[in-house]
């Protein structure tokens, strides 16, 4: 994947030093952008951002603030390179929300891999759930494979929930986001209690998450999950469809349908020592055990103990 990265300067006496010094890194593109033409850039979402401070037309300050007020670079990550050496004034630029304020005269090196690090940092990040702020499958499957080689007793959970796209479809996209950070922090605060250590708890994506605790008993964990989400769930409905304990969802026909509340579903798969030697065959007890708790009516759970 190509990381387009902005240079910012209105000389263009910076655009031949980054692409010299990347020169053996195809996967770096390095764009020239002149201050006046921020507005246009910046709708283009650049992986990176490089300000030539003694190259622009304008203040620094206030062009590092544009740049965190756009909706789309909020999160951009912003160096600073600059002949001014005085700290005040490196803490003002940081405190915009800058990662980085370099000085001049600029070590090449040293430049080179503060670019390759700060990129090598939002690889890891974008593996990371943008909405629930937990690891996704890259770390899920480390972990997993981390506690076979150990040779590690621990159990698997599997959970999802049941009837969230009729939530959707009436609630709206935007509600069903706040059912699934709901849903994470109903598991993160559970799982990573002072009963358990060593525990670890991952977004796969959507309404699915997995929760990887020590030890194979963990039938109390799963009750007292589903009991605070029950308890709690029906914050994000109306009285009426608490009410009626359903909703009504329109299908591709114009059928009216009836659907339960969201509840939430948790398989289990008990992992003892020397019972699996790869993920692929957690993965699969972990389909069928999920398929056999929302087999079930409401939020509930199912562990697999096959040895």
Known sequence: MVQEIYIIDDDDSSIVIFRELFRNDPEYKFISVKTEQIDIALKNIPSLIVINEDAIDRDVIDLCRKIRKDEDNNITPV?????????????????????????????????????????????????????????????????????????????????????FKAYNDVYGFLKGDQIIEFTADTIVSLVHSDELENTFVGHIGGDDFVAIVPGTNCEKLCQNIISHFDANVVKYFTEEDIEKGYIEVANRKGIIEQFPLTSLSIGVVVADVGRFHNILEIGEIGAQVKHAAKSVMGSSYAIDKRR
Request: proline share 4%; no cysteine; hydrophobic share 35%.
């Open 79 to 163: 160096i600073v390179v600059s002949s001014k050496r005085s700290r005040e004034h490196r803490v003002r630029i940081l405190r915009e929300s800058v990662e980085y304020f370099i000085k001049k005269p600029v070590d090449e090196q040293y430049l080179y891999y503060t670019v390759k690090n700060l990129n090598r940092l939002l690889s890891s990040n974008r593996r990371v759930s943008p909405l629930t702020g937990l690891p996704g499958n890259v770390q899920i499957h480390a972990e997993l494979k981390k506690r076979i080689v150990r040779g590690e007793a621990f159990s698997v959970l599997y959970l999802d929930l049941d009837n």
